[in-house]
């Protein structure tokens, strides 16, 4: 079956510091990867969209200097929150699915605490 | 602007009985909606989806109807279980497999024994 293993689950990092989360996909090729981050709220923001061999897309209020991200391969996927704050705090989520496919598949989050 | 609107925010039905999820769409371009539900503590996970083709999905208990010319489409969870309590997400897609998932703002569904 297709799973998508994300780490680490929850991180607390001071204010100002940058913390790195990782997501690998098995069972299928994750072509396109998305990251989002749910709010206390439980709204979802959709941060970027990145898909392998093209460049990654933004949303609005999100940039590549904040959380830049990595997607070198059709399994893995990373992403930075660099000089974090309060405002980061939440569950981030990456959700990758294969070309041709319609189900995304969540990993199990990272809950990011800023102190 | 919400591009996904989802209501009601909360429900809370007997167990036994039919609970009804409403969503609703902006981008006619949308051609995949999902609905994923979350357990606390842990990660929306896929639970039934729907393509304009069709303007019904059963899976089990879990049924969708669709509604293209009213860009609407809600989730039927029949016979209830205090299992099913949990956040419910519908979202909307467009062309391409781009895997760009707008997701509403949930509604929380608590179905009381």
């Known amino acids: 079956g297709a799973l998508v293993y994300q780490y680490p689950r929850r991180t607390i990092c001071k204010s100002g510091t940058s913390m790195r989360m990782e997501c690998q996909a098995v069972?299928?090729?994750?072509?396109?990867v998305a990251w989002y981050r749910q709010s206390p709220q439980k709204t979802f923001e959709l941060i970027a969209l990145?898909?392998?061999?093209?460049?990654?897309?933004?949303e609005q209020n999100f940039t590549q200097e904040k959380f830049p991200i990595s997607h070198p391969n059709l399994s893995f996927s990373s992403m930075t929150v660099l000089n974090a704050y309060l405002e980061d705090r939440g569950l981030y989520l990456c959700?990758?699915?294969?070309?041709?496919?319609?189900?995304?598949?969540f990993g199990s989050g990272t809950r990011l605490t800023v102190l | 602007q919400q591009q996904v609107r989802q209501s009601p925010q909360s429900l809370t039905v007997w167990e036994g009985e039919t609970a009804i999820l409403n969503c609703s769409y902006e981008?006619?371009?949308?051609?995949?909606f999902p609905w994923y539900h979350q357990f606390p503590g842990e990660s929306p996970a896929l639970l039934i989806a729907?393509?304009?083709?069709?303007n019904k999905k059963e899976d089990g208990r879990f049924t969708i109807f669709f509604n293209k010319r009213e860009k609407k489409f809600s989730l039927h969870i029949a016979d209830s279980q205090p299992g099913d309590s949990a956040t419910y997400f519908c979202?909307?897609?467009?062309?391409?497999?781009?895997?760009?998932?707008?997701f509403g703002l949930g509604t929380t569904l608590q179905v009381q024994p």
């Open positions: 959700g990758a699915r294969d070309w041709g496919e319609e189900t995304l598949y």
């Open positions: 069972g299928f090729q994750a072509t396109s």
């Open positions: 990145s898909t392998v061999n093209s460049a990654i897309k933004y």
């Open positions: 981008d006619s371009t949308f051609d995949y």
């Open positions: 729907i393509r304009p083709v069709s």
């Open positions: 979202a909307a897609s467009g062309a391409g497999n781009t895997g760009k998932l707008i």
